[in-house]
């Protein structure tokens, strides 16, 4: 049988993400499943080696950024400011290290396991004529996350070396370690973020699909209603899926079925595998937020009311885009998981309206009510460690006691 080019694989999709996540030593393995290594253990070897010298990095950075904190001796930075200071640091720099860390021992077969089902799942769902456009389509979205925040990466940081940059070899060591950390933590977002998005794509495929196959079953039952309908041709087929003489609907429904059972399962794993990473990121932005906010705001403050100069402005206006640019990953994220879990959940209601279409077979009715059921008894949650679910309704909750303990640290200073 003839293989089909890279460009007709869901590993073509994940490209360009691998090929930024090797360069900060987050993939030792390559992503063209026809690629056959030279040396492999020199190339675990050589990836290992990278990622110990960012661990390295990183730890400088950490005991840099808790060495500053401690020492710092400001009016304005008291003991709860100081604090929200000392977790931010140290939950930014665990999670970039516990990423490393588990990129080269528990999640280094994660993602090539994770691809391996989603190939199983395409070739029950996607048309092989269309793959290419699919995934090309899909790719240019990877593309495209990437230039926007690494981007926005650079222009917030390249605010930071305007503003606070002493000239000092210490000072840009511990910058660079800033922004490798910073960096570390983007790519793990969109690891986890890119498997979501794949999902939610295929969850879509699979209402087309259902739909056409209820559509099929009322025009062989009685074609005059439905004479020119279409349900999305372009994109699905049934060539691969099972079909039998008297119920070749509900065969193809539990196909679909199954198809589900891995989604879940890829959504399952990949919840495990970022589980503790997200959980630090999580507390990262809203420690962070609170302590860049907290300081944008007084120095704004002082500039306006002790007629500071450009370069006072400009060091506020830096701390408040760094507090929007962690809102805005944070808030990205959230959206995902929660468009992801609505698209589940519209999936469900699609099925109950397709019961009731007219002259679909007995067959039929009894694979959708058990798809039904399926879906009703297995719920997709974003779980993040048993702690909370990421949806929207966190966000704005979490966003919200931030603001709340932002108010109630500028009362403090006033008394103070």
């Given amino acids: ?147 926007v925040m690494f981007i926005l ?13 002493n000239g000092t070899w210490t000072c840009l060591m511990f910058m660079i370690s800033q922004i490798l950390s910073v960096a570390i933590n983007i790519v793990n977002t969109l690891q986890y973020v890119n498997v979501i998005l794949i999902v939610k794509q295929r969850y879509q495929l699979m209402k087309h699909l259902l739909l056409k196959e209820v559509l099929s079953d009322s025009c062989s039952r009685n074609p005059g209603p439905f004479k020119s309908h279409n349900a999305n041709k372009l994109f699905l087929t049934t060539d691969n899926l099972k079909n039998y003489k008297d119920s070749s609907n509900v065969c193809r429904i ?29 507390i990262t932005v809203l420690t962070y937020s609170v302590f860049a906010t907290y300081f ?48 589940f959940n519209a999936t469900l209601i699609h099925i109950q309206k397709l019961l009731l279409y007219p002259y679909i077979s007995t067959w039929t009715i009894v694979d959708l009510k058990s798809f039904s059921s399926q879906l009703k008894n297995v719920k997709i949650e974003f779980n993040i460690c048993g702690f909370f679910n990421l949806n929207l309704h966190f966000f704005c909750a979490s966003v919200g006691g931030m603001f709340t303990y932002i108010i109630v640290l500028s009362q403090f200073n006033q008394k103070v």
């Fill in 1 to 147: 049988m003839k293989e089909e080019p890279f460009e007709h694989d869901v590993h073509f999709v994940i490209q360009p993400l691998h090929f930024v996540s090797k360069i900060f030593g987050m993939c030792p393995f390559h992503i063209d499943p026809k690629y056959r290594y030279d040396n492999e253990r020199l190339c675990n070897v050589l990836h290992n080696m990278l990622a110990t010298f960012m661990i390295v990095m990183l730890l400088f950075g950490l005991y840099s950024n808790m060495v500053y904190a401690t020492e710092l001796i400001d009016p304005t930075f008291n003991i709860i400011v100081r604090v929200v200071w000392v977790i931010s640091v140290v939950t930014a720099y665990s999670s970039s290290i516990l990423g490393l860390i588990f990129s080269i021992t528990r999640n280094k077969n994660h993602m090539t396991a994770v691809l391996a089902s989603i190939c199983r799942v395409d070739k029950k769902l996607l048309h092989r004529h269309n793959k290419q456009n699919i995934y090309t389509s899909q790719r240019s979205h990877v593309m495209m996350q990437l230039k």
């Fill in 153 to 165: 990466l650079g222009i917030v940081f390249s605010s930071c070396a305007y503003s606070f940059y």
């Fill in 254 to 282: 539990r196909d679909l079925r199954m198809v589900h059972s891995e989604l879940y399962d890829v959504i399952h794993e990949n919840n495990n595998s970022y589980g503790i990473v997200i959980l630090l990121e999580f």
């Fill in 296 to 343: 944008g705001v007084i120095t704004m403050n002082d500039a306006v009311f002790n007629n500071g100069n450009f370069e006072i402005y400009f060091k506020g206006i830096t701390l408040l885009s760094m507090c929007a640019f962690e809102l805005l990953a944070f808030f990205w994220l959230t959206t995902c998981c929660n468009s992801t879990a609505e698209e």
